[in-house]
């Protein structure tokens, strides 16, 4: 996709973080822009954003952890906009802590919205876009963390490389249709993702904690940096839209699987 003039964008986690910077750079783009967040006033005053560069936008708040709400997005979105081009599903949250302390209710959280979610929101749009023929794309927010696992953050780690392999599976079936797959890997960038906690139900048994994100993002790349790369990708339809240059500890991790590779020969 080479141009975003008219075109019409949603973004689920739309209200803050890597989602605000996205929104921003498609209006500034000259996109139409659907701004789903689950904290509606904080969409809201995005799409005041989007409005002051003489954009349009609208809010939908929108729970990606439950299929109505996505349903709702999906019918608002044909019903204001006649439809849609460019679907970034970025909706997302983070616990960090030992594994071993890691509960079931702390996994059902992280995956429920960053796996289940992009799943959601992805099978919904991805028929309107076949429907509509003309093409179009989406962007999955999974993050390095899809590619190199570690005990300190396994559900998300987990929820992430789920988006990779749905990501990539997607793009492959897309293909036909003329829609663009890309999946969105963020490096350490200095969202509010270390306060996820919020989102809880005060009733769930908690093991992890958000906050320990923290150190990794505090000297990260500032969120509003993000929205440019990720146009960047969406025009030469990358397969992956990375921040950050990881490609030794990549290699470093392939090379591994690869090793194992050699007890067969």
Same mark, same amino acid.
């Given at each position: 996709?080479?141009?975003?003039? !008219?075109?019409?964008?949603?973004?689920?986690?739309?209200?803050?973080?890597?989602?605000?910077?996205?929104?921003?750079?498609?209006?500034?783009?000259?996109?139409?822009?659907?701004?789903?967040?689950?904290? !509606?006033?904080?969409?809201?005053?995005?799409?005041?954003?989007?409005?002051?560069? !003489?954009?349009?936008?609208?809010?939908?708040?929108?729970?990606?952890?439950?299929?109505?709400?996505?349903?709702?997005?999906?019918?608002?979105?044909?019903?204001?906009?006649?439809?849609?081009?460019?679907?970034?599903?970025?909706?997302?949250?983070?616990?960090? !802590?030992?594994?071993?302390?890691?509960?079931?209710?702390?996994?059902?959280?992280?995956?429920?919205?960053?796996?289940?979610?992009?799943?959601?929101?992805? @099978?919904?749009?991805?028929?309107?876009?076949?429907?509509?023929?003309?093409?179009?794309?989406?962007?999955?927010?999974?993050?390095?963390?899809?590619?190199?696992?570690?005990?300190?953050?396994?559900?998300?780690?987990?929820?992430?490389?789920?988006?990779?392999?749905?990501?990539?599976?997607?793009?492959?079936?897309?293909?036909?249709?003329?829609?663009?797959?890309?999946?969105?890997?963020?490096?350490?960038?200095?969202?509010?993702?270390?306060?996820?906690?919020?989102?809880?139900?005060?009733?769930? @048994?908690?093991?992890?904690?958000?906050?320990?994100?923290?150190?990794?993002?505090?000297?990260?790349?500032?969120?509003?940096?993000?929205?440019?790369?990720?146009?960047?990708?969406?025009?030469?339809?990358?397969?992956?839209?990375?921040?950050?240059?990881?490609?030794?500890?990549?290699?470093?991790?392939?090379?591994?699987?690869?090793?194992?590779?050699?007890?067969?020969?």
């Amino acid at each position: 996709m080479e141009d975003f003039e !008219g075109k019409v964008g949603v973004v689920t986690g739309g209200g803050s973080g890597i989602g605000r910077s996205i929104c921003l750079a498609l209006a500034g783009a000259g996109a139409k822009v659907v701004v789903a967040d689950i904290d !509606g006033e904080n969409a809201s005053k995005v799409v005041e954003e989007i409005k002051a560069k !003489g954009a349009t936008g609208f809010a939908v708040p929108t729970d990606v952890t439950r299929s109505d709400s996505v349903e709702a997005l999906a019918n608002a979105v044909v019903e204001e906009m006649g439809g849609v081009d460019i679907v970034c599903n970025n909706a997302g949250v983070y616990l960090g !802590g030992d594994l071993l302390d890691t509960t079931e209710d702390d996994w059902r959280f992280v995956l429920s919205v960053n796996l289940d979610g992009v799943f959601r929101v992805g @099978q919904r749009f991805s028929k309107i876009l076949r429907e509509q023929g003309r093409g179009g794309h989406i962007v999955n927010t999974a993050s390095i963390g899809g590619f190199l696992s570690h005990g300190g953050a396994v559900a998300y780690a987990a929820s992430k490389y789920g988006v990779v392999a749905y990501s990539e599976a997607l793009r492959v079936d897309l293909e036909s249709h003329g829609i663009g797959v890309s999946t969105l890997c963020p490096g350490p960038i200095r969202t509010n993702l270390a306060g996820s906690d919020r989102l809880r139900d005060p009733g769930e @048994q908690a093991g992890g904690k958000s906050q320990a994100l923290w150190e990794f993002i505090r000297e990260g790349m500032e969120p509003e940096e993000v929205g440019s790369i990720v146009l960047g990708g969406i025009r030469d339809n990358a397969a992956y839209i990375f921040t950050h240059d990881w490609s030794d500890a990549f290699a470093e991790r392939f090379q591994r699987v690869l090793k194992d590779f050699e007890r067969l020969r």
